[in-house]
């Protein structure tokens, strides 16, 4: 006990916790919000003596008798399940029947208030024989606490996933697993943290299900192909990652207790009537066109998403993001801005679809990104949010920009326009503003300037 005291005694951050065990429907209650901490809580635990369950002195006397470790992942994976946020791994010290005796237990083993603890009291009930006495009892866990926080960023590897996992590195509080298939991921994007301990790579198509499971405070789902050449190329897979991907995503959150957040997008609008768009328009999409793979795979995984809150209450969180540039691109990305950057430094003519008179609006990925955990870390919507830049350019502007950015000459090639290709788009930011106090600060040709200098090192210019 002296031993744990003198462990517990070193706590700095406190949350308890009560899971209620009838019928099967736990549900999880801060009870504590004064002493509650923010941010993910990582306990280290001890493993116990054989299975005994001795209801310890509250004055630390008389040695505290803990479970077998058996049990004790048992109660271990049952508390991460249903506390969204925290990932425990703790010491157990003791039994409880009464909630109240287990903050007295606190008081009583005189733990500086200054210095506040984990302390999670929780029914449980092992569907194991071995534990009948067990059932419906309450555990009280004192734990060292951290603010470690885990990730989780599906298609990490690609170019909005890969900006966010260096910002999320960005903090040592953070851990981040990042999943990603490759298909249009870049090596480059994943190589400079693969030293670092806090991160780790798991090469997997999450269409298919996961072969472990990934216990994190957060996912982030990016994974999608989202440039339209590569998500035409296989149509059908982008159809099964758009579904699969997400219904994955959605049971692993569900399970583990993970808020999840589904990076939509603006395409879910279609080619828009309603201009701007606002989040309560329920758009123009061809169903069964070339692009409907993509723009109808977000919408159901975004039904899907909310089909999941309504149905489990999985925590979720959904951000439509429209048109996102910057580094991380691939140069064969086949979207317009790495088009015509790369265009422009090889002096090649700048390939315009159709008149170019359409529109869109060009958000840099720093903003992109901002909006975007900002929307993941807020508690008061679920979503959809728009995050993206209401400045409106046409594509003869944006060649502009880019000739006068990149100093080219470029004729343009005008090029028929592609199927289905929206002709205008421009976010609505209200509920962003709103929500999460969220509006862009990188002016386009600024923007343009990061993107370009990456594009000539990674073309070798
Ligand atoms: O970047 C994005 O956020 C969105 O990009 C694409 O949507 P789209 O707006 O069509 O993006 P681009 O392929 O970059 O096309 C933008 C406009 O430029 C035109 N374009 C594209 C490429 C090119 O070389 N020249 C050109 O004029 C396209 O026809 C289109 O009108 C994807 O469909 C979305 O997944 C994604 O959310």
Redesign the pocket.
Known sequence: MAHLIGRTARLSNCQRIISNTAAGTRSASTLSSARACTGGVSVAFHGGNGGSTTTGDASGQRPFDAPTPRMVRSVVTDVTARVAGMTITGYLLSLFSDPDQAVSMVDCVHLPQSKPIVCLTLDIRLSEDEWPILRSQRWLLFSEASNIMKFLVTGGAGFIGSNLVTKLLSDPNNEVICIDNMYCGLDSNVAPHLDNPRFKFIKHDITEPLKEEIKVDRIYHLAAP???PF?QRNAIHTAKTMFLGTLHMLELATKTGARFLLTS???VYGDPEVHPQKESYWGNVNCNGI?SC??EGKRIAETLTFDFHRQHKTDVRIVR?????GPGMREDD????P??IRQALEGKP?????E?N?T?SFCFVQDTLAGIMSLMEQTETLGPVNVGNPIENT?LELAETILKVTGGKSSLNF?P??SD??RK?KPDITLAKQYLNWEPKVLLEDGLKVTVEYFKKRLNL
């Open positions: 989202a440039s339209p998500y997008t603006s395409e692009r993509y723009d993001i429209f048109n996102t540039y086949g979207r317009v801005v088009n015509f700048l390939t315009v679809y159709g170019g359409q869109r594509m090029q326009l592609p290709d929206p788009r």
